[in-house]
């Protein structure tokens, strides 16, 4: 199993980016996908999350409203769209999964890593 991630970049604040999580191995409908980041001096924080088994979806306060989490199955690839970006958004990305059919929202529940994507916001 492999997780590549892509679509990181530098946007001013208010800005949008797509990130892109293709996972490869994995088995559809039988894993949780989770984006996390980590900036810098800071520990590594949950941002969101899909199950590719029910389509499930969980977001966490401060991305609310602003983040999108979807999947497609035919490309086994997991996008978080970010919509308006602020400044404290600004961190390496990572996408996680685990075999699981239901959400986690701890990053030590999650077995498999991708490298991770630079996300600056400007302001």
């Known amino acids: 199993e492999e997780l590549v991630e892509s679509g990181g970049g530098t946007v001013k604040t208010g800005g949008s980016l797509r990130l892109s999580c293709v996972a490869s191995?994995?088995?559809?409908?039988?894993?949780?996908i989770g984006w996390f980041r980590q900036a810098p001096g800071k520990e590594r924080e949950g941002v969101s999350y899909i199950s590719t088994s029910d389509g499930s979806t969980d977001y966490e306060d401060s991305v609310k409203g602003r983040f999108t989490i979807s999947s497609d199955s035919y490309r086994d690839t997991v996008y978080l769209l970010m919509n308006n970006l602020k400044p404290e958004d600004t961190a390496v990305y990572y996408c996680?999964?685990?075999?699981?059919?239901?959400?986690?929202?701890?990053?030590?529940?999650?077995?498999?890593w991708g490298q991770g994507t630079q996300v600056t916001v400007s302001s």
């Open positions: 191995g994995f088995t559809f409908d039988e894993y949780t």
């Open positions: 996680a999964g685990t075999y699981a059919t239901s959400i986690r929202k701890t990053s030590s529940a999650y077995n498999y």
